[in-house]
C-alpha cells in the first residue's frame, strides 16, 4: 500500500529537548515536504527536498531542521524546541516532476507538544 | 506570490442538504487547484483536484468542483451531504511548473452536519 508514515503521532516534551520526527515514504517519490497546522492558519510548509541531498527552505523553517539521505525519508529535526513550535506536522511527498502527474500524499501527521 | 481565501471559517448543514465551500485563489498564472478533506485525527485526503481542460471536476465521496478563472474560485460541492461528510476542508493552490511543489493552503471551513 503507498503511503507515508510519520514517527511518532503523538509528543509531549520539554524546551531544549532534541527530538526527531521521521518520515518514510514507500512510493520511490523525488519530492518531500513538511508542512507544520495552526489553528486559522492552514498549513505552511517547512522544508521541502527535491531529491536526496537536496532541500530548501520554505515559509517557516526558523527552529526546523531536515535531512535527505536516503530517498524514502526525510526527517525532521528540531534541535532545542520551544513551545511555539507546539503544532500538528504532516509530512508529504509527490513524484516530484511536476503536479500534473500525482498530487501530494501525506501522512497521518504528528501532534507536538512543546512544554 | 500564491495565496488562497476560504471565507467560511465554520458552516453547518442539514443531512441531505446541499453543499457549497468557497474557494479564491491568487496566482499569477493557471493555477494548480485542489481539495482536500480532514476528518478528525486524520491526514488530508485528496477530494479532486485540477489542472486544466474541463472547468467541473469530479472527485472523491460524490463531490464535485468548478474552476471560474474570471472570478479566481474553486468552489466544492456537495448535491446531498451525509452526516460522514463532517470534517474540515481545505482548499489549495499550487505551481504549474516544476520546482518547489509548495502547496498553498487556505485557513480551512469546518463542516458540521446535523440530523
Known amino acids: 500500500e503507498a503511503q507515508v508514515t510519520q514517527n511518532p503521532r503523538y509528543l509531549i516534551t520539554v524546551t531544549g529537548k532534541k527530538l526527531t520526527v521521521t518520515c518514510s515514504q514507500n512510493?520511490?517519490?523525488?519530492?518531500m515536504s513538511w508542512y507544520r497546522q495552526d489553528p486559522g492558519l492552514g498549513l505552511r510548509q517547512i522544508y521541502y527536498?527535491?531529491?536526496?541531498?537536496?532541500?530548501d527552505k520554505g515559509d517557516v523553517p526558523e527552529g526546523y531542521k531536515v535531512s535527505r539521505k536516503e530517498k524514502r525519508n526525510f526527517p525532521l529535526i528540531l534541535e532545542s524546541p520551544s513551545p511555539n513550535q507546539t503544532s500538528l506536522y504532516f509530512c508529504?511527498?509527490?513524484?516530484?516532476?511536476?503536479?500534473?502527474?500525482?498530487?501530494?500524499?501525506f501522512g497521518d501527521g504528528t501532534r507536538l507538544s512543546i512544554l | 506570490a500564491q495565496s488562497v481565501t476560504q471565507p467560511d471559517i465554520h458552516i453547518t448543514v442539514s443531512e441531505g442538504a446541499s453543499l457549497e465551500l468557497r474557494c479564491n485563489y491568487s496566482?499569477?498564472?493557471?493555477?494548480?487547484l485542489f481539495w482536500y478533506v480532514q476528518s478528525p485525527g486524520q491526514g488530508l485526503q485528496l477530494l479532486l483536484k485540477?489542472?486544466?481542460?474541463?472547468?467541473l471536476v469530479q472527485g472523491i465521496k460524490g463531490f464535485e468542483a468548478e474552476f471560474k478563472r474570471s472570478q479566481s474560485s474553486f468552489n466544492l460541492r456537495k448535491p446531498s451531504v451525509h452526516w460522514s461528510d463532517a470534517a474540515e476542508y481545505f482548499c489549495?493552490?499550487?505551481?504549474?511548473?516544476?520546482?518547489?511543489?509548495?502547496?498553498?493552503f487556505g485557513t480551512g471551513t469546518r463542516l458540521t452536519i446535523i440530523p
Open positions: 508529504a511527498s509527490s513524484p516530484g516532476t511536476g503536479l500534473s502527474n500525482q498530487p501530494q500524499h
Open positions: 512510493m520511490n517519490h523525488e519530492y
Open positions: 527536498s527535491m531529491n536526496v541531498e537536496v532541500t
Open positions: 496566482y499569477g498564472a493557471t493555477p494548480y
Open positions: 485540477y489542472f486544466s481542460g474541463d472547468t
Open positions: 489549495a493552490v499550487g505551481p504549474s511548473n516544476f520546482g518547489n511543489e509548495k502547496l498553498t
